[in-house]
């Protein structure tokens, strides 16, 4: 633990939002107890006692996480659009989309951050963000209006309270939606309920929201290219492989994938981020300019493509790390992984100290914390003991066996968490399919990037 501060003050940051969510400490409680340690540590800055200073800042650390958790939770504002929820009311409500719309067979579930809702002839200001969910009416000629992610829209139908799964076994929507800082679930049976009332401006909204828009029709574009070029099954894979798209993927591949341990290939995540780094590398190599501008267009392409996969934590994480190697690599300064992954969780938790609640996020940090501790240690015995694991031809195999042990030393309490299975054949599995997917990845890039100069050439990649 020595010189890695980044690591030990993200540990006490944890520490401090997880008191807080299974304890609930007041707020005039962490208020009082902050400005203590914030005197300790002003009066032991003083003094020669360095361990009692470095206590004091990691204890005062551990209540700001707390502080932070507190402020991301309790703090619900009066005109909360979760205060108007009702079973069986029939509302108006109006809102801005931002999440980018994913349409099933009979059904398009988005999220709006709504602005007002319509009740009982009255219009109420309200904040909150909402997950819609519409089906289709049995009329056939009800369709559903064209609309995209930042439109002003009008819906109609029930505003209700997300509802807490009871079987531990299955999915919990409601935490989900909590984590996500979604309050309410909105349900409508009628497509054409839905009524545009401005579309985007960008002049009206920050570079956010504008990278946001971009990002959001590239990956539409994406997605209608390999709806063209591939099967219906081969295309809702590739979707979800490289562009973060799952909405397609059937339930039985899912379960497919979480039965061999391999469901991590289906979420975007540290193994993707990986892939495209060195791709975006080597295609800056091909242009004449310096070492520290190509790190500087990689780290740019890996914000652009986390905006694009809608930034989950992994990739969130897995961004954060690649960018501070590869400007290490600029400076020619060496990079603790510990560290590393130290300073993304504190990044990560600032914005959102819910996110440490995200499955994504325990699973991604775990993973990486697990392979960076163990690998070399299980590494070390084979090569000492089973000499042969490390001959040219056979080394390669051994480090994905390895890498795959490593990763489910620590992942394996939250997998079985959250999964309730262990997978037996999962290190085997993912031996095999961590190749395959190397491989796919820039293919499915090649395919997006090639489209625009020959269909027939994208579609042979």
């Known amino acids: 633990m020595r010189n890695k501060p980044a690591l030990k003050f993200s540990l006490a940051l944890v520490l401090g939002i997880l008191l807080e969510h299974f304890i609930g400490i007041e707020l005039k409680t962490l208020l009082l107890l902050s400005l203590i340690l914030l005197l300790f540590y002003i009066t032991f800055t003083f003094s020669k006692i360095s361990l009692l200073k470095h206590f004091s800042i990691y204890l005062l650390i551990l209540t700001v996480g707390a502080l932070k958790y507190l402020s991301d939770n309790k703090f619900q504002p009066q005109n909360s659009i979760v205060n108007f929820a009702n079973d069986t009311a029939i509302v108006k409500v109006q809102g801005k989309i931002i999440s980018p ?59 209700k309270e997300p509802i807490r799964s009871r079987n531990p076994e299955e999915f919990d929507f409601a935490r989900y939606l909590k984590i996500h800082d979604i309050n309410a679930v909105f349900l409508s049976y009628i497509l054409s309920h839905i009524k545009v009332i401005k579309k985007f401006e960008a002049k009206t909204l920050n570079p956010i929201e504008i990278l946001k828009k971009l990002t959001y029709e590239i990956k539409i574009a994406g997605l209608k290219i390999f709806d063209e070029l591939l099967p219906q099954s081969e295309a809702s894979f590739i979707k979800g492989l490289i562009l973060g798209y799952r909405g397609e993927i059937s ?8 039965n061999t341990g391999t469901y991590h290939i289906l979420a975007v995540s540290g193994l993707h981020v990986g892939i495209i780094t060195s791709m975006f590398f080597v295609l800056t190599s091909f242009l004449r300019v310096s070492f520290v501008f190509r790190v500087l267009l990689t780290i740019l392409g890996l914000i652009f493509y986390a905006f694009v996969v809608g930034l989950p934590p992994s990739v969130v994480r897995a961004s954060i790390m690649a960018s501070i190697v590869l400007i290490g690599m600029a400076i020619e300064r060496r990079i603790d992984i510990f560290n590393l992954l130290g ?16 499955p994504g996020f325990q ?70 399919i961590v190749p395959l997917v190397s491989l796919a990845v820039p293919l499915g890039f090649a395919t997006l990037l090639l489209y625009p100069v020959s269909g027939f050439i994208a579609q042979m990649m």
Request: without cysteine; hydrophobic residues 50%; proline residues 4%.
């Open 101 to 159: 719309p994913e349409i099933k067979n009979d059904r398009t579930n988005f999220v709006i951050s709504a602005n007002k809702i319509f009740k009982h002839g009255e219009e109420i200001n309200v904040s909150g963000d909402v997950f819609v969910s519409i089906r289709k009416g049995k009329s056939k000629f009800d369709s559903l209006p064209k609309f995209s992610y930042g439109d002003e829209i009008q819906i109609i139908g029930v505003l």
């Open 251 to 258: 339930k039985d591949v899912q379960q497919y994938f979480i």
């Open 343 to 358: 300073f993304s969780a504190i990044v990560i938790l600032f914005f959102d100290s819910k996110q440490i609640l995200h």
């Open 363 to 432: 699973l991604s940090f775990s993973a990486v914390a697990s392979i960076s501790y163990f690998y070399p240690k299980i590494f070390n015995f084979f090569s000492k003991n089973f000499p042969f694991a490390t001959k040219w031809f056979i080394s390669p195999i051994a480090s994905l066996f390895i890498a795959s042990i490593s990763a489910q030393i620590l992942t394996l309490p939250f997998v079985v968490a959250y999964f309730s299975k262990i997978s037996i054949i999962s290190i085997l599995a993912n031996v095999f």
